[in-house]
């Protein structure tokens, strides 16, 4: 399995932004589809955003469409997440995953993924 460190959460006011980045190690990283969920203490894990291995394919969520932007650097193994207008909502553990997949969907899942990041905390403030 590949394995994967999230980095870049943190404390942000309403309508700031942040960039998450997620490092992998262990595999050929172009192999894999990568992914982006959140989660909170109150909801299960839900699907933010996928791109393809080539990065040529990309899926959101409704409600992260036009503020959220997913890329990938098949140089540097590492995935993003620019997070810009960010709100409230938002506030979440985000982990990164790995699909080794043939496709990217909209409806991805997390069964869909087979390698998980540790997490990284965004706190949005009002």
């Known amino acids: 399995q590949v394995q994967l460190v999230e980095s870049g959460g943190g404390l942000v006011q309403a309508g700031g932004s942040l960039r998450l980045s997620c490092a992998a190690s262990?595999?050929?990283?172009?192999?894999?589809?990568m992914g982006w969920f959140r989660q909170t203490p109150e909801t299960e894990r839900a699907f933010v955003t996928a791109?393809?291995?080539?990065?040529?394919?990309?899926y959101y969520a409704d409600s992260v469409k036009g503020r959220f932007t997913i890329s990938r650097d098949n140089a540097k193994n590492t995935v993003y997440l620019q997070m810009n207008s960010l709100k409230p909502e938002d506030t979440a553990l985000y982990y990164c995953?790995?699909?080794?997949?043939?496709?990217?969907?909209?409806?991805?899942?997390?069964?869909?993924?087979?390698?998980w990041g540790q997490g990284t905390q965004v706190t949005v403030s009002s």
């Open positions: 791109i393809s291995r080539t990065g040529g394919t990309t």
């Open positions: 262990g595999r050929t990283f172009s192999n894999y589809n």
């Open positions: 995953a790995a699909s080794m997949g043939l496709w990217v969907r909209a409806d991805m899942n997390p069964t869909d993924f087979g390698s």
